[in-house]
Protein backbone atom coordinates (compact mmCIF):
# COMPACT_ATOMS: atom_id res chain seq x y z
CA UNK A 1 0.00 0.00 0.00
CA UNK A 2 1.34 3.28 -0.64
CA UNK A 3 1.06 6.77 0.90
CA UNK A 4 -1.89 9.09 0.10
CA UNK A 5 -3.89 12.40 1.64
CA UNK A 6 -7.48 12.64 0.81
CA UNK A 7 -9.70 15.42 2.31
CA UNK A 8 -6.42 15.72 5.01
CA UNK A 9 -6.65 12.15 5.91
CA UNK A 10 -3.12 10.26 5.17
CA UNK A 11 -3.24 6.69 4.09
CA UNK A 12 -0.60 4.33 4.35
CA UNK A 13 0.50 0.91 3.51
CA UNK A 14 3.28 -1.98 3.36
CA UNK A 15 4.41 -1.44 -0.44
CA UNK A 16 6.47 1.74 -0.27
CA UNK A 17 7.30 2.38 3.14
CA UNK A 18 10.58 5.03 2.18
CA UNK A 19 9.41 7.11 4.50
CA UNK A 20 9.10 5.59 7.74
CA UNK A 21 12.83 3.80 6.68
CA UNK A 22 14.58 6.97 6.30
CA UNK A 23 12.76 8.33 9.83
CA UNK A 24 14.13 5.28 11.41
CA UNK A 25 17.77 5.32 9.71
CA UNK A 26 18.19 9.03 11.00
CA UNK A 27 17.73 8.32 14.50
CA UNK A 28 21.16 6.75 14.88
CA UNK A 29 23.30 4.45 14.45
CA UNK A 30 23.73 3.04 17.61
CA UNK A 31 19.89 1.17 16.77
CA UNK A 32 19.68 -2.63 16.59
CA UNK A 33 18.13 -4.08 13.39
CA UNK A 34 15.55 -5.91 15.23
CA UNK A 35 14.73 -2.37 17.28
CA UNK A 36 14.67 -0.45 14.43
CA UNK A 37 12.62 -3.08 12.64
CA UNK A 38 9.95 -2.96 15.49
CA UNK A 39 10.15 0.51 15.77
CA UNK A 40 8.93 0.78 12.16
CA UNK A 41 6.29 -1.55 12.94
CA UNK A 42 4.74 -0.20 15.68
CA UNK A 43 4.94 3.46 14.12
CA UNK A 44 3.41 2.24 10.90
CA UNK A 45 0.72 0.50 13.25
CA UNK A 46 -0.04 3.39 15.22
CA UNK A 47 -0.46 5.50 11.63
CA UNK A 48 -3.04 2.62 10.42
CA UNK A 49 -4.71 3.17 13.63
CA UNK A 50 -5.15 6.90 13.77
CA UNK A 51 -5.76 6.70 9.91
CA UNK A 52 -8.90 4.26 10.68
CA UNK A 53 -9.89 6.60 13.57
CA UNK A 54 -10.45 9.10 11.63
CA UNK A 55 -12.49 7.06 8.47
CA UNK A 56 -14.42 6.40 11.45
CA UNK A 57 -15.37 10.07 12.30
CA UNK A 58 -16.01 11.27 8.94
CA UNK A 59 -18.15 8.32 7.57
CA UNK A 60 -21.92 8.75 7.05
CA UNK A 61 -23.24 8.40 9.64
CA UNK A 62 -20.21 8.49 12.23
CA UNK A 63 -19.37 5.63 13.88
CA UNK A 64 -18.10 5.10 17.11
CA UNK A 65 -15.68 2.13 17.27
CA UNK A 66 -17.83 0.04 19.53
CA UNK A 67 -20.47 -0.14 16.89
CA UNK A 68 -17.74 -0.94 14.40
CA UNK A 69 -18.63 -4.42 12.35
CA UNK A 70 -16.83 -6.64 10.08
CA UNK A 71 -18.87 -4.75 7.57
CA UNK A 72 -17.27 -1.38 8.28
CA UNK A 73 -13.92 -3.00 7.99
CA UNK A 74 -14.74 -4.11 4.44
CA UNK A 75 -16.20 -0.90 3.42
CA UNK A 76 -12.72 0.69 4.91
CA UNK A 77 -10.40 -2.02 2.92
CA UNK A 78 -13.16 -0.93 -0.41
CA UNK A 79 -12.44 2.84 -0.02
CA UNK A 80 -8.30 2.45 0.52
CA UNK A 81 -8.90 0.39 -3.06
CA UNK A 82 -8.96 3.91 -4.91
CA UNK A 83 -5.18 4.98 -3.27
CA UNK A 84 -3.91 1.14 -4.57
CA UNK A 85 -1.31 1.21 -7.45
CA UNK A 86 -1.23 -2.42 -8.74
CA UNK A 87 -2.55 -3.47 -11.64
CA UNK A 88 -5.31 -5.92 -11.63
CA UNK A 89 -6.47 -7.62 -14.86
CA UNK A 90 -9.93 -7.85 -15.72
CA UNK A 91 -10.75 -11.21 -17.58
CA UNK A 92 -11.82 -9.38 -21.13
CA UNK A 93 -8.09 -7.86 -20.55
CA UNK A 94 -5.23 -9.74 -23.19
CA UNK A 95 -2.91 -9.94 -20.62
CA UNK A 96 -4.82 -11.51 -17.94
CA UNK A 97 -3.07 -13.87 -16.08
CA UNK A 98 0.40 -11.99 -17.44
CA UNK A 99 2.90 -11.49 -14.99
CA UNK A 100 4.77 -8.96 -17.15
CA UNK A 101 2.46 -7.13 -19.42
CA UNK A 102 4.63 -5.87 -22.28
CA UNK A 103 2.27 -3.13 -22.85
CA UNK A 104 -0.40 -0.36 -21.09
CA UNK A 105 -4.08 -1.42 -20.66
CA UNK A 106 -6.98 0.42 -18.57
CA UNK A 107 -7.17 -2.20 -16.02
CA UNK A 108 -7.87 -0.91 -12.74
CA UNK A 109 -5.75 -0.07 -9.64
CA UNK A 110 -6.12 -1.62 -6.56
CA UNK A 111 -4.78 -1.98 -3.43
CA UNK A 112 -2.12 -5.50 -3.42
CA UNK A 113 -3.35 -8.44 -1.24
CA UNK A 114 -0.43 -8.35 0.38
CA UNK A 115 -0.55 -4.90 1.92
CA UNK A 116 -3.91 -5.37 2.93
CA UNK A 117 -3.90 -8.48 4.43
CA UNK A 118 -0.64 -6.76 6.59
CA UNK A 119 -2.32 -3.88 7.30
CA UNK A 120 -5.39 -6.07 8.72
CA UNK A 121 -3.13 -7.64 10.80
CA UNK A 122 -1.80 -4.44 12.65
CA UNK A 123 -5.15 -2.62 13.02
CA UNK A 124 -5.99 -6.64 14.57
CA UNK A 125 -3.53 -5.67 16.84
CA UNK A 126 -4.04 -2.27 17.59
CA UNK A 127 -7.61 -2.65 18.43
CA UNK A 128 -6.68 -5.24 21.60
CA UNK A 129 -3.76 -3.22 22.41
CA UNK A 130 -6.21 -0.13 23.13
CA UNK A 131 -8.63 -2.17 25.79
CA UNK A 132 -10.48 -3.69 22.52
CA UNK A 133 -11.97 -7.74 23.49
CA UNK A 134 -10.25 -10.50 21.22
CA UNK A 135 -13.78 -12.07 20.41
CA UNK A 136 -14.97 -8.32 18.96
CA UNK A 137 -12.31 -7.65 17.42
CA UNK A 138 -14.39 -6.67 14.17
CA UNK A 139 -10.34 -6.72 12.40
CA UNK A 140 -10.75 -10.58 13.11
CA UNK A 141 -14.21 -11.13 11.79
CA UNK A 142 -15.08 -14.59 9.40
CA UNK A 143 -15.89 -11.90 6.85
CA UNK A 144 -12.79 -10.31 6.53
CA UNK A 145 -10.63 -13.43 6.79
CA UNK A 146 -13.08 -14.66 3.51
CA UNK A 147 -12.65 -10.87 1.54
CA UNK A 148 -8.96 -10.82 2.16
CA UNK A 149 -8.82 -14.91 0.76
CA UNK A 150 -10.98 -13.26 -2.30
CA UNK A 151 -8.81 -10.21 -3.18
CA UNK A 152 -5.68 -13.15 -2.56
CA UNK A 153 -7.13 -15.54 -5.75
CA UNK A 154 -8.46 -12.60 -7.56
CA UNK A 155 -4.98 -10.99 -8.00
CA UNK A 156 -3.32 -14.36 -7.77
CA UNK A 157 -5.04 -15.16 -11.08
CA UNK A 158 -5.68 -11.72 -12.69
CA UNK A 159 -1.34 -10.93 -12.25
CA UNK A 160 -0.44 -14.16 -12.99
CA UNK A 161 1.52 -14.47 -9.92
CA UNK A 162 1.47 -17.34 -6.97
CA UNK A 163 0.88 -16.15 -3.02
CA UNK A 164 1.34 -19.45 -1.62
CA UNK A 165 2.97 -19.68 1.54
CA UNK A 166 6.03 -21.67 1.68
CA UNK A 167 5.88 -25.11 3.20
CA UNK A 168 7.08 -25.39 6.73
CA UNK A 169 9.29 -27.45 7.41
CA UNK A 170 8.65 -30.94 9.81
CA UNK A 171 10.37 -30.31 13.39
CA UNK A 172 12.89 -32.53 14.14
CA UNK A 173 11.08 -34.83 16.93
CA UNK A 174 9.41 -36.19 14.34
CA UNK A 175 12.03 -37.33 12.55
CA UNK A 176 13.17 -38.76 15.87
CA UNK A 177 10.48 -40.48 16.92
CA UNK A 178 10.50 -42.33 13.90
CA UNK A 179 14.45 -43.19 14.79
CA UNK A 180 13.15 -44.37 18.07
CA UNK A 181 10.54 -46.75 16.08
CA UNK A 182 13.25 -48.05 14.07
CA UNK A 183 15.94 -48.25 17.26
CA UNK A 184 12.81 -50.56 19.40
CA UNK A 185 11.90 -52.41 16.06
CA UNK A 186 15.48 -54.02 15.63
CA UNK A 187 15.91 -54.34 19.64
CA UNK A 188 12.52 -56.17 19.60
CA UNK A 189 14.09 -58.52 16.97
CA UNK A 190 17.50 -59.36 18.95
CA UNK A 191 15.05 -60.00 21.39
CA UNK A 192 13.77 -63.04 19.97
CA UNK A 193 16.56 -64.23 18.57
CA UNK A 194 18.19 -64.25 21.97
CA UNK A 195 14.27 -66.21 23.56
CA UNK A 196 14.92 -68.75 20.68
CA UNK A 197 18.42 -69.43 21.64
CA UNK A 198 17.49 -69.55 25.38
CA UNK A 199 14.53 -71.87 24.39
CA UNK A 200 16.69 -74.31 22.60
CA UNK A 201 18.73 -74.90 25.55
CA UNK A 202 16.46 -74.93 28.46
CA UNK A 203 13.62 -76.67 26.58
CA UNK A 204 15.51 -80.45 26.21
CA UNK A 205 15.97 -80.38 30.32
CA UNK A 206 12.01 -80.47 30.35
CA UNK A 207 11.94 -83.65 28.36
CA UNK A 208 12.83 -87.27 28.48
CA UNK A 209 15.37 -88.57 26.01
CA UNK A 210 13.25 -90.69 23.78
CA UNK A 211 14.74 -94.53 23.00
CA UNK A 212 16.01 -95.04 19.50
CA UNK A 213 13.67 -96.51 16.86
CA UNK A 214 13.46 -100.14 17.26
CA UNK A 215 14.76 -100.72 21.19
CA UNK A 216 12.60 -102.75 23.17
CA UNK A 217 11.54 -100.83 26.30
CA UNK A 218 11.79 -102.86 29.71
CA UNK A 219 9.40 -102.13 32.12
CA UNK A 220 10.96 -102.74 36.47
Not at 2 to 10: F, K
Not at 51 to 75: D, I
Not at 107 to 115: N, T
Request: glycine content about 8%; charged content about 20%.
Amino acid sequence: MDTCNSAGNTFTSTTTNNNTTLAAGTSGSSSSPSTTSSSRYENQKRRDWNTFGQYLKNHRPPLSLSRCSGAHVLEFLRYLDQFGKTKVHTPICPFYGHPNPPAPCPCPLRQAWGSLDALIGRLRAAFEENGGKPEANPFGARAVRLYLREVRDLQSKARGISYEKKKRKRPPPQNHHHHQQQQQQQQQSSIGIGVGVGVGVVVPHHHHHMPPPGARTTHQ
